[in-house]
């Protein structure tokens, strides 16, 4: 019975089903290798959004960066999804942006919020290829 009313759906919404399977390969063939990533994070001295504190300032200045960070609507996927953490005051901020501007912009945004010498990145810049995916590092 369900078969019998795919059938019947408009041209319209069979072009984006379709669109929307094409997407999803695409997608699926591109996903980013972090392996190099994920090892410099096991580090003893690495720090991990885990050791986020709980202390109500550390709390207030990790959401108000992350706040400023999403109502940037220019940014990009990568860039809305940095991590920040915040221990004792001090914010790192970590993972990739498109951008060096990107880079620029965040970091500032974390100043404004933490304060001067407050902020400590290890933002890096991953350009997209000219395919359209991230480039193995």
Do not use: C
Not at 59 to 79: C, F, G, H, M, W
Not at 88 to 100: A, D, I, M, S
């Amino acid at each position: 019975m369900f078969h019998t009313r795919l059938r019947h759906l408009p041209l319209k919404t069979w072009l984006s089903l379709a669109a929307m399977l094409v997407a999803s390969s695409t997608f699926a063939q591109s996903a980013a290798d972090n392996t190099k990533t994920n090892s410099r994070d096991r580090a003893p001295s690495a720090q991990t959004a885990d050791q986020q504190t709980n202390d109500r300032s550390d709390v207030a200045i990790t959401r108000d960066i992350r706040r400023a960070i999403v109502a940037e609507k220019n940014l990009s996927t990568y860039a809305h999804n940095i991590k920040v953490i915040t221990q004792h005051g001090y914010v790192t901020l970590k993972g990739p942006v498109r951008t060096e501007g990107e880079k620029k912009l965040i970091e500032a945004k974390a100043i404004e919020v933490a304060g001067a010498g407050h902020v400590k990145s290890e933002i890096t810049v991953t350009p997209v290829s000219a395919k359209g995916t991230t480039p193995k590092s």
